[in-house]
């Protein structure tokens, strides 16, 4: 179907609807310029797009689009996208395993065929009632075979563009606390929508259709349904109630999230009859922490990992921890005050005042990390727990932390998961076997988070039971930096900013730690060993240029050998590594150095006057080294200047041909045993170089590049001319200096 027809159909099944209703919907319409996808190696090679689902959109319609690009010969291609709401997505299509101690839950996704003859696919996917806030979609291609493709050669390329149709409810009706209100069904297939909001420190909300009529008839049964919550693509994020039952129909949410709307849908299964319905919700607050003291000020103590700091030079506890965790009549959670410390570009610090956490049994202590922003959800949050073993008092046995974000999960026992009623939540505990724990979660959702802690205890008295603990949480941008073998890359997709592991030397995974497919330490010295001592074969044309006089092409040779040498000790995937220089400054003298040593070989071929050849060797160089620099893997910046240099040498071979009626060069045996293995040795280099690297054949073809291309210089090298004698001949002989008649090609001795 082509895309402006599937485009105005989507709108019209946006508009569709509209008309006729007591809610007002707006549309709105927004899109993604074409992205060229790339073959999966790592999240980094993923394609990640960012968009923002406004605040009581009852319909989100995705248009996915894929596109085939340039290419020849290209067969059925797969595109995966993954979707994910409230942080980007944690994806796994390779199966590989994750670090220790991190919490995965993958991200749902859909596959896209492009197929042979099929220019483009277009795929409509629609979501009722979705999460109002952030949206990720990922994409990308099939896991990478390893082909080094060279920049510049036809292959198939493939755009992915994501749109996003939303139909949004402008006078969303609004349920107040115990104030019930009357609402009218007039089609099974447009249910009603309403939204609650919950307080901070609720510990249930319950929604109640009170009575009902069909057709002005009440009615103990309606066939009514009840949905609370949003919908976000492969969570358990909404809780679904079939009022079968007569009488009041009710459904509970225990706990709720905090500080936030909940959407509310009242559907109907019978059709073409109006149901006229009374609908309450309400919400129990059940536990608040003490207020905090007007008189905070900065005499605090901050202990967080290895930093401390005592403002002011005062040790005293802080007013506002005193305040905060002491146990009044009544008090039914401890909130210590936990300090928010930005330190870098995805990288959080949070603290405790006064150090180390006392833990009692009762009441539960409640700890709150602020991550309610986009800006923290693209990269890793890090929890470690650790137990002070002589701080515990009574019959300990354990002490119990829920992770969760939106709302805590309070008490903690035995019995109760670690789940709130849309969110599973992350377990821990710690004891005097198990002393610390850790606990890792990629791309966290954008949210307040919330760590609840309680000491368990072995009898039934636990009054006085309570154990020291230690709690470290931050944010930082990658895994463990993503370890010895990876390095960890700042990407951004237009202004949203998050990190990725690179992994080298074969490992993989999120944060470089699957070592199933990685290099041994000897193949690393075997890769590092073949890649520099090949360019030793270029010390046979340095000697032989020195030795014919060509000085300027010897010195290009030498200035080559030299940076591909260490540009390969540097450029090595494992930790065989040498760098004398800026790896960017190495790379760039190295492709500098190839591309000019096939230059001055080939206008040296070419026989000019000298100040020509040294004209076009300077002109050359400075205009390569341009091109380096605007762009050093293009193909063509290797194989422009080749082909120009060709040009020149064929040009002035057959002016001198004509001109001496004769071919150029002469004699048959230097172009048998000379210029045509050469030329045939080049061909085989730049055919190895272009179509035959792979990742796991590099050290090797690479490797047989060197050698080729330095083989085919000593075979390419034109003679030395006739009155130059060898580098180094000396130009005295007893006392007399020996002069050349550059006129009269004739020798005479002054």
Same mark, same amino acid.
């Given at each position: ?62 248009? &996915? ?39 995965? $839950? ?55 563009? +994501? ?67 949003? *919908? ?89 921890? =005193? ?36 833990? +009692? ?19 890793? &949050? ?20 829920? &992770? ?33 724990? *850790? ?18 205890? =072995? ?16 944010? *930082? ?26 992994? *080298? ?154 001109? $001496? ?5 002469? &004699? ?72 050349? =008649? ?9």
């Amino acid at each position: 179907m082509d895309a402006r027809v599937l485009w105005w159909l989507a709108v019209l099944l946006l508009f569709a609807g509209c008309f006729g209703e007591d809610v007002t919907y707006v549309s709105g319409f927004y899109s993604k310029g074409p992205a060229k996808l790339s073959k999966y190696s790592s999240f980094a090679s993923a394609r990640l797009h960012h968009f923002r689902v406004p605040q009581d959109t009852v319909l989100l319609r995705w248009l &996915l689009t894929v596109t085939r690009g340039s290419g020849i010969n290209c067969g059925t291609q797969n595109v995966t996208v993954h979707f994910r709401a409230g942080a980007p997505p944690v994806i796994d299509p390779v199966g590989v395993a994750f670090p220790k101690q991190t919490a995965v $839950r993958l991200a749902w996704n859909l596959t896209l065929s492009v197929g042979a003859r099929q220019p483009q696919n277009q795929t409509l996917l629609n979501i009722t009632n979705p999460r109002p806030g952030d949206w990720f979609i990922a994409a990308h291609l099939p896991q990478d075979d390893g082909k080094i493709q060279q920049k510049g050669l036809p292959s198939c390329s493939y755009l992915f563009q +994501p749109q996003m149709l939303i139909r949004r409810s402008v006078d969303t009706p609004t349920l107040l606390p115990n104030i019930p209100i009357t609402h009218t069904l007039s089609s099974a297939h447009t249910p009603g929508i309403f939204k609650f909001f919950v307080p901070e420190f609720s510990t249930e909300m319950r929604v109640s259709i009170l009575s009902c009529a069909v057709g002005g008839v009440a009615k103990p049964k309606c066939g009514l349904g009840l949905l609370i919550g949003s *919908s976000s693509l492969g969570r358990d994020s909404r809780l679904a109630n079939n009022c079968s039952e007569t009488g009041p129909c009710s459904s509970s949410v225990s706990p709720p999230p905090w500080d936030t709307w909940v959407q509310v849908a009242v559907e109907t299964s019978l059709a073409n009859i109006t149901v006229t319905f009374d609908i309450s919700a309400n919400y129990t607050v059940g536990c608040k922490p003490q207020s905090s003291p007007a008189d905070f000020n900065s005499n605090f103590t901050v202990t967080g990992g290895n930093n401390s700091s005592a403002p002011n030079g005062s040790s005293s506890p802080s007013p506002l921890r =005193n305040a905060a965790v002491a146990r009044g009549d009544g008090a039914c959670v401890r909130t210590p005050a936990v300090f928010r410390e930005e330190t870098d570009i995805l990288s959080l610090r949070f603290t405790v005042a006064d150090g180390n956490l006392s833990v +009692p049994a009762d009441p539960p202590t409640l700890m709150t990390f602020d991550l309610n922003s986009p800006a923290t959800s693209g990269g890793t &949050l890090n929890l470690h727990l650790s137990l002070n073993k002589s701080s515990v008092i009574g019959q300990f046995s354990s002490v119990r932390a829920c &992770l969760t974000p939106s709302a805590p999960v309070m008490p903690l026992n035995t019995s109760q998961p670690c789940a709130t009623a849309f969110v599973q939540g992350y377990s821990l505990s710690v004891n005097s076997t198990v002393s610390d724990v *850790s606990l890792r979660i990629p791309f966290p959702e954008v949210s307040m988070w919330y760590l609840s802690l309680q000491t368990l205890c =072995n009898s039934s008295e636990c009054s006085n039971v309570s154990a020291g603990v230690s709690v470290y949480v931050n944010m *930082s941008a990658c895994i463990d930096d993503c370890g010895s073998y990876g390095s960890c890359r700042l990407l951004r997709t237009h202004s949203y900013m998050y990190a990725a592991c690179t992994c *080298s030397a074969g490992w993989r995974g999120w944060g470089c730690t699957d070592g199933g497919e990685a290099m041994s330490f000897s193949l690393q010295l075997q890769s590092v060993l073949f890649l520099t001592l090949s360019n030793l074969l270029f010390i046979p044309p340095i000697t032989l240029a020195l030795y014919r006089g060509y000085l300027p092409e010897a010195a290009v040779y030498l200035y080559n050998m030299f940076f591909s040498t260490f540009y390969h000790a540097c450029d090595q995937p494992g930790v065989t590594v040498l760098c004398i220089m800026e790896y960017d400054t190495l790379q760039f003298c190295d492709f500098l150095g190839s591309c000019t040593s096939v230059w001055v070989t080939i206008i040296c071929m070419a026989r000019l006057q000298e100040l020509f050849k040294y004209v076009f060797f300077m002109l050359g160089t400075l205009l390569i080294a341009m091109a380096m620099s605007l762009d050093r893997h293009g193909l063509w910046n290797f194989l422009g200047p080749l082909l120009f240099a060709l040009i020149t040498m064929a040009t002035a071979w057959v002016y001198r041909g004509v001109k $001496r009626r004769q071919c150029y060069p002469p &004699l048959w045996r230097r172009w048998v045993f000379y210029l045509l293995p050469g030329v045939l040795l080049a061909l085989i280099g730049v055919c190895v170089y272009v179509f035959a690297e792979t990742d796991g054949n590099y050290l090797y073809t690479h490797s047989l590049w060197h050698v080729l291309m330095a083989t085919s210089i000593l075979f390419l090298m034109p003679p030395r001319h006739k009155h130059t004698q060898p580098w180094g001949w000396t130009h005295t002989l007893c006392g007399y200096r020996i002069c050349k =008649n550059q006129k009269e090609d004739l020798y005479s001795v002054s």
